[in-house]
């Protein structure tokens, strides 16, 4: 049980003791204590009054001399206005080193604690284009929540469901069979989710001049966007292939090989998986079939042109629209029916869909409507919304090609981390082989922290230079605090997992400090957990790898003459820097023993 549940327990019987009612547990709050007050653990006692019938001072005094009689490792206590400061005997948190400094992963939860599967689904991109730097803070955002919700004892699905079918697809197959002129990734030299995103572009700006020539005849805009024969063309396509006409699904799937090919590789290189892939073009019908139901039931309506349509004005929404008049499926649709099987095959706890915040109205209806097609379970799916990524230089738009390619970033953040570590000396003494490898993983840091620190509900701006500096809140400096731990280690020539080290009988305040940080990350774990917000991990590393190089400046480690010291403060750093390592590979980052 930890320090917080314990005295929580103690402190409720404390209560019943003196004042001879039992408290609410919710009325028992912690803080950390502040870093100028003695102390490392604070109760709030104002919550606590109406009970004691005393004044804030009397009933701090009360609890804390019950307190420290009852508990051994309650050490001392003072009281600031009303707030009740509690001092941790340093046996507590020796003890505590002992018994988990040498277990991998401390924090984690051994065993999963949850039958039924948490399904979370990221990625999710297009086939006709490549992943951006917004398909990146979906990607890492979501491998991470995945890898915290596991290590706090989740049963997680990963899956990627890949939107392969519609008329922004039918747009790249159209250009490529219009000019494309039988180019393919072979013999164009180019990743296959690159070809067809350049014939996607190319769409765009032959379908605005055929628009600009219409409306010079004196057509209306709305008139000529409908009008315009690349875009006739282009639905004529997607009527054939919902129809499966031979020649259009043999050129979607000779396409759509070339995306997926040029995906895996950017996946592989960003470090993300999947448990499960699936395809909207495998889950649309069922999506079909349920709107057909809802028909039937009389919970959807039918206009005019053979259009489906949910009303949702009852419920402060519009109508909205499910079946196009000639019968083609919208994502709603889609949804639909991805929801109803994913629920009725794994039976999940939670769906999370990973989806920017500009999708938030969606998420709200595909809910309402599924609770009106009679699926009460529809309440957990959870939209996981987080901000759009924005550029120095304005926003992406991929019709337009102004979008920040995944790769070509990547690439970037390697040149930068390559010229940023030469110029540092950092990689010196590495080979080359071996310095390419660590530039690549001092990078894919860079990169994944700046993006992960920040709370994926709020929009974020992304600097790549800012986001690879060895003093500052980033994942390289991170990275090289734990290199500098192993190093440390290595120095020394002790074998900890063998070595017998006698405790001090009391702790330097520093090493306090450290264990205090360290003891955080099963909370911060948990906590992260319950909001899907990874950003408490990342910032919890950085405070540790900060507070561990503080540590580092003022207390000697293999320069400390005694041997015993010598050797506790090694297992100290092991213990920081193994946390270290834990809590980063929760963002899915890396960490080098050397640097």
Same mark, same amino acid.
């Given at each position: 049980?930890?320090?917080?549940?314990?005295?929580?327990?103690?402190?409720?019987?404390?209560?019943?003791?003196?004042?001879?009612?039992?408290?609410?547990?919710?009325?028992?709050?912690?803080?950390?204590?502040?870093?100028?007050?003695?102390?490392?653990?604070?109760?709030?006692?104002?919550?606590?009054?109406?009970?004691?019938?005393?004044?804030?001072?009397?009933?701090?005094?009360?609890?804390?001399?019950?307190?420290?009689?009852?508990?051994?490792?309650?050490?001392?206590?003072?009281?600031?206005?009303?707030?009740?400061?509690?001092?941790?005997?340093?046996?507590?948190?020796?003890?505590?080193?002992?018994?988990?400094?040498?277990?991998?992963?401390?924090?984690?939860?051994?065993?999963?604690?949850?039958?039924?599967?948490?399904?979370?689904?990221?990625?999710?991109?297009?086939?006709?284009?490549?992943?951006?730097?917004?398909?990146?803070?979906?990607?890492?955002?979501? &491998?991470?929540?995945?890898?915290?919700?596991?290590?706090?004892?989740?049963?997680?699905?990963?899956?990627?469901?890949?939107?392969?079918?519609?008329?922004?697809?039918?747009?790249?197959?159209?250009?490529?069979?219009?000019?494309?002129?039988?180019?393919?990734?072979?013999?164009?030299?180019?990743?296959?989710?690159?070809?067809?995103?350049?014939?996607?572009?190319?769409?765009?700006?032959?379908?605005?001049?055929?628009?600009?020539?219409?409306?010079?005849?004196?057509?209306?805009?709305?008139?000529?966007?409908?009008?315009?024969?690349?875009?006739?063309?282009?639905?004529?396509?997607?009527?054939?292939?919902?129809?499966?006409?031979?020649?259009?699904?043999?050129?979607? #799937?000779?396409?759509?090989?070339?995306?997926?090919?040029?995906?895996?590789?950017?996946?592989?290189?960003? *470090?993300?998986?999947?448990?499960?892939?699936?395809?909207?073009?495998?889950?649309?019908?069922?999506?079909?079939?349920?709107?057909?139901?809802?028909?039937?039931?009389?919970?959807?309506?039918?206009?005019?042109?053979?259009?489906?349509?949910?009303?949702?004005?009852? #419920?402060?929404?519009?109508?909205?629209?499910?079946?196009?008049?000639?019968?083609?499926?919208?994502?709603?649709?889609?949804?639909?029916?991805?929801?109803?099987?994913?629920?009725?095959?794994?039976?999940?706890?939670?769906?999370?869909?990973?989806?920017?915040?500009?999708?938030? &109205?969606?998420?709200?209806?595909?809910?309402?409507?599924?609770?009106?097609?009679?699926?009460?379970?529809?309440?957990?799916? &959870?939209?996981?919304?987080?901000?759009?990524?924005?550029?120095?230089?304005?926003?992406?738009?991929?019709?337009?090609?102004?979008?920040?390619?995944?790769?070509?970033?990547?690439?970037?953040?390697?040149?930068?981390?390559?010229?940023?570590?030469?110029?540092?000396?950092?990689?010196?003494?590495?080979?080359?082989? #071996?310095?390419?490898?660590?530039?690549?993983?001092?990078?894919?840091?860079?990169?994944?922290?700046?993006?992960?620190?920040?709370?994926?509900?709020?929009?974020?701006?992304?600097?790549?230079?800012?986001?690879?500096?060895?003093?500052?809140?980033?994942?390289?400096?991170?990275?090289?605090?734990?290199?500098?731990?192993?190093?440390?280690?290595?120095?020394?020539?002790?074998?900890?997992?063998?070595?017998?080290?006698?405790?001090?009988?009391?702790?330097?305040?520093?090493?306090?400090?450290?264990?205090?940080?360290?003891?955080?990350?099963?909370?911060?774990?948990?906590?992260?957990?319950?909001?899907?917000?990874?950003?408490?991990?990342?910032?919890?590393?950085?405070?540790?790898?900060?507070?561990?190089?503080?540590?580092?400046?003022?207390?000697?480690?293999?320069?400390?003459?005694?041997?015993?010291?010598?050797?506790?403060?090694?297992?100290?750093?092991?213990?920081? *820097?193994?946390?270290?390592?834990?809590?980063?590979?929760?963002?899915?980052?890396?960490?080098?023993?050397?640097?």
């Amino acid at each position: 049980m930890s320090l917080e549940k314990t005295l929580k327990v103690h402190i409720m019987s404390a209560i019943e003791v003196l004042y001879g009612q039992k408290p609410d547990e919710k009325l028992i709050n912690f803080q950390k204590t502040r870093k100028e007050i003695a102390g490392d653990l604070t109760l709030v006692t104002f919550p606590l009054l109406k009970i004691s019938k005393k004044n804030p001072q009397q009933t701090a005094e009360e609890i804390g001399a019950y307190l420290q009689d009852k508990i051994e490792d309650i050490s001392g206590f003072n009281i600031i206005k009303g707030f009740l400061n509690l001092e941790i005997s340093d046996s507590y948190w020796i003890n505590f080193m002992k018994d988990n400094a040498l277990k991998h992963n401390f924090a984690y939860k051994a065993k999963k604690i949850h039958s039924h599967p948490v399904l979370i689904e990221y990625s999710s991109p297009n086939t006709n284009k490549p992943l951006h730097l917004g398909h990146i803070r979906n990607n890492l955002l979501g &491998y991470s929540v995945a890898r915290i919700l596991e290590a706090a004892g989740h049963n997680v699905v990963k899956t990627n469901l890949i939107n392969d079918r519609g008329i922004h697809i039918c747009k790249s197959m159209l250009a490529w069979l219009r000019w494309g002129e039988g180019e393919t990734p072979e013999s164009s030299g180019m990743k296959g989710d690159h070809l067809i995103g350049k014939y996607y572009v190319l769409f765009d700006k032959k379908y605005k001049e055929e628009i600009a020539g219409l409306m010079a005849t004196g057509k209306s805009e709305d008139d000529a966007k409908n009008e315009a024969p690349l875009i006739v063309e282009a639905r004529a396509m997607l009527r054939k292939w919902e129809a499966k006409d031979p020649e259009v699904i043999a050129l979607w #799937e000779k396409l759509n090989k070339w995306t997926y090919d040029g995906f895996d590789i950017t996946y592989k290189r960003l *470090g993300v998986s999947f448990d499960m892939v699936q395809y909207e073009s495998q889950t649309y019908l069922g999506g079909k079939s349920l709107v057909e139901k809802g028909l039937e039931k009389g919970v959807l309506f039918r206009k005019e042109d053979g259009s489906v349509w949910a009303d949702l004005t009852d #419920e402060g929404l519009d109508e909205k629209l499910l079946l196009r008049s000639d019968g083609t499926s919208v994502y709603m649709t889609q949804d639909l029916g991805t929801a109803a099987e994913r629920y009725e095959s794994m039976q999940p706890e939670k769906m999370i869909y990973v989806v920017g915040n500009e999708q938030n &109205y969606h998420f709200d209806v595909l809910k309402r409507v599924l609770k009106k097609l009679g699926m009460d379970w529809a309440d957990i799916i &959870y939209h996981l919304s987080y901000g759009m990524v924005e550029l120095p230089h304005g926003k992406m738009k991929s019709r337009e090609g102004t979008v920040v390619d995944a790769d070509d970033l990547m690439d970037e953040m390697y040149a930068t981390a390559r010229k940023t570590g030469e110029e540092l000396g950092k990689m010196k003494d590495h080979e080359s082989e #071996e310095a390419q490898k660590l530039y690549e993983m001092v990078s894919m840091a860079a990169l994944k922290y700046f993006i992960l620190k920040v709370d994926p509900k709020k929009k974020m701006m992304f600097i790549p230079e800012e986001s690879i500096d060895f003093n500052g809140n980033t994942g390289p400096f991170i990275q090289y605090t734990y290199a500098r731990i192993q190093s440390l280690k290595r120095k020394s020539g002790i074998d900890l997992m063998h070595a017998e080290i006698n405790s001090p009988d009391s702790l330097l305040s520093k090493e306090k400090e450290i264990l205090k940080q360290v003891y955080e990350l099963p909370e911060i774990l948990e906590a992260a957990a319950i909001s899907f917000s990874p950003a408490l991990i990342a910032n919890y590393s950085y405070e540790l790898a900060k507070g561990f190089n503080q540590f580092y400046q003022e207390v000697p480690i293999n320069k400390e003459e005694d041997e015993n010291k010598r050797a506790f403060r090694l297992l100290l750093a092991h213990f920081a *820097g193994d946390s270290l390592r834990s809590a980063m590979n929760l963002l899915g980052i890396e960490m080098p023993e050397k640097m």
